[in-house]
Structures are given as C-alpha cells and as structure tokens.
C-alpha cells in the first residue's frame, strides 16, 4: 500500500508541477478548480437536454489519457498484477468521482451508473496480460491509428453496439446517440500520441495534402465504425433524422479538429491550454469557428519542416 500511497503523491507532485510551467499557481489552481468545474457543470445541464451525455463523454476522455498503452506498460514493470489493478481503478475513480457525484445531483441515475460501468472496464481492460491473439480490424493497412486504436478500445466499440441494440429495444433515441458518440471519442484518442517523424517525413506530401489525406482516411474509417449504428437509427428513429445528421457531421467535425489539433504541436504532445480549449468546445461547439482554421494554419507551418 505504501508503494501505492508514494506512487499517487507522485503524480500530484507531477500534476503541479505541469501548472507551475504554464504559470498557474498549483495552489491557486486546485483551489479555483472546484467551483470552476461546478460552474461549467450547471452551465451544460441548463442548456442541453443531452447534457449527461456530453458529461459522460468528457469524463471518459480525461480517463483515456491515463490507458495510454506504454504508460500502463511501465506500471506493470513496476508494480505486481495486484498492484497495478488496485491504481488503474483509483486513478479511474478520482477522475470519474466529480462527474458521477454531479450526475446523482442531477439524479440522472442511469447516466452515473453508465460512467460507473465504462470507467471498471476501462480499468480492467488494462490488466490484461499479452497474448499472441491479433485482433482483425475492418481497416486497411495505411491507417495505423484505427489498427492500433482499434485493438486497444475494442472493447468499448462493442459497448457502443450493445446500448445501441438497447436504444432501439428500449425507445430510448438518446441512448442511441449516445453510441455513436462513444465511438467517436473513442476514435479521438486514436490521434492524442505524436508518431515518429520519419513516418511524417516517409509521405512526401505538402502539409495540405498530408493533413487532406489524413482527415479523410480518418472520417471514412469512423464512417466503417458508425454506418451500421446510423443505419439503425434511421430505420427505428426517422422522425429524428435531422438530428442523427446534425450528430454525424459533429462527430467529423470534432475528428478534425483532434488531428489538426494534434499536427499543429508536432512533434510535442497536446498542451494543457490546448487541451483545455478542446474540453471547452465539447460544452461550446461554436469554439470549433475558431480552433479548426487557427489548427490548420499552425499544422501546416509544422509540418513545413517535414514536409515541402
């Protein structure tokens, strides 16, 4: 428990740290971050009937960052099987606690039980050992993001599926939508790791063309992952049609501006502010005016050392 104990003082150590080099005062950073996350909280509640969706969504996607494969392979170098459970659910839980505890406000007890239920998952998926079982994708071999993505998310691909048939079973459109929204974060954490520059540099494309083929390479494998959901929904939910149309288009939206995203700090990793301003736009789509041509013009400006 010790090791555990000093394990997590850690990462906190490491968390203000992070909000010391962007000049956040850690302190007065932590302190501002629970009304702040409140506030947000009763903002998205008070203007979308979908917001325990978009909350579940979020919560994920802050738990995602910390499945990331090579991370949870040093902690297995380090930690015992046992161990290494034990952290993977508390990580999981103190991110997810906020959101669950504000989702029983709202007494939207199915949504709680939802995020509950993924975030176990998420934990014990990680605890798997290797084994020499390839995992088929329904991708070519060019989109190494799906392959890889893919078979390490597998599992909530399925998930996705399974409330899906639930949605229809059930008359619950929200759910249904829902889905397909799990699909695409999902696929959104695809691209939150810089490949290697040789593979960038191995294309011999110009930015423009480099970033065309990598976003719709990215939207029609989405597309392979979504279209049977659509295609439900459209069926058992037509009235809605204008609405699952709206979702599809947001949903490639919000995968553009991931890669963009990602390619306009290459070959860093995603900054905080960067990340922030993500989140926000989730809450805010309007922000995507404003982060897709600023992505695009800082991607192709990387990329020129790259790239001519």
């Not at 459209?234 to 709206?246: D, E, H, N």
């Not at 900054?271 to 922000?287: E, T």
């Given at each position: 428990m010790n090791m555990i104990n000093n394990y997590l003082k850690l990462q906190f150590t490491i968390i203000k740290r992070k909000l010391t080099e962007f000049g956040i005062n850690p302190h007065l950073g932590l302190l501002l971050l629970l009304p702040i996350f409140i506030s947000l909280s009763y903002y998205l509640f008070s203007k979308t009937e979908f917001a325990q969706y978009i909350y579940i969504l979020l919560a994920l996607g802050f738990i995602n960052k910390l499945s990331e494969?090579?991370?949870?392979?040093?902690?297995?170098?380090?930690f015992s099987h046992k161990k290494f459970i034990a952290i993977r659910f508390i990580e999981n839980s103190i991110i997810a606690l906020p959101f669950v505890l504000f989702l029983l406000y709202e007494r939207t007890y199915y949504g709680a039980g939802i995020l509950v239920v993924l975030i176990s998952i998420m934990a014990i998926s990680n605890t798997k050992q290797s084994l020499n079982l390839v995992i088929p994708t329904p991708f070519f071999r060019n989109p190494f993001e799906f392959i890889i993505?893919?078979?390490?998310?597998?599992?909530?691909?399925?998930?996705?599926?399974?409330?899906s048939i639930m949605a229809i079973l059930y008359n619950n459109f929200n759910l249904g939508l829902f889905s397909i929204a799990l699909i695409t974060l999902s696929t959104l954490g695809y691209y939150s790791k810089p490949e290697n520059e040789f593979y960038v540099w191995s294309f011999h494309h110009k930015p423009s063309s480099f970033l065309y083929n990598k976003i719709k390479t990215a939207i029609i494998h989405l597309s392979i992952l979504i279209i049977p959901l659509i295609i439900a929904l459209?069926?058992?939910?037509?009235?809605?049609?204008?609405?699952?149309?709206?979702l599809i288009l947001i949903a490639y939206l919000y995968l553009t501006t991931i890669i963009l995203s990602k390619y306009s700090y290459y070959p860093n990793e995603f900054?905080?502010?960067?990340?922030?301003?993500?989140?926000?736009?989730?809450?805010?789509?309007?922000?995507l005016i404003i982060l897709i041509p600023y992505s695009y013009i800082q991607s192709i400006k990387r990329l020129n050392n790259y790239l001519k």
């Open positions: 494969a090579n991370r949870n392979d040093f902690l297995k170098s380090i993505g893919f078979r390490t998310t597998y599992y909530i691909i399925f998930f996705a599926y399974f409330l459209y069926i058992y939910f037509t009235p809605q049609a204008l609405i699952i149309t709206a900054s905080l502010p960067q990340s922030i301003f993500i989140a926000f736009s989730v809450i805010f789509p309007p922000l």
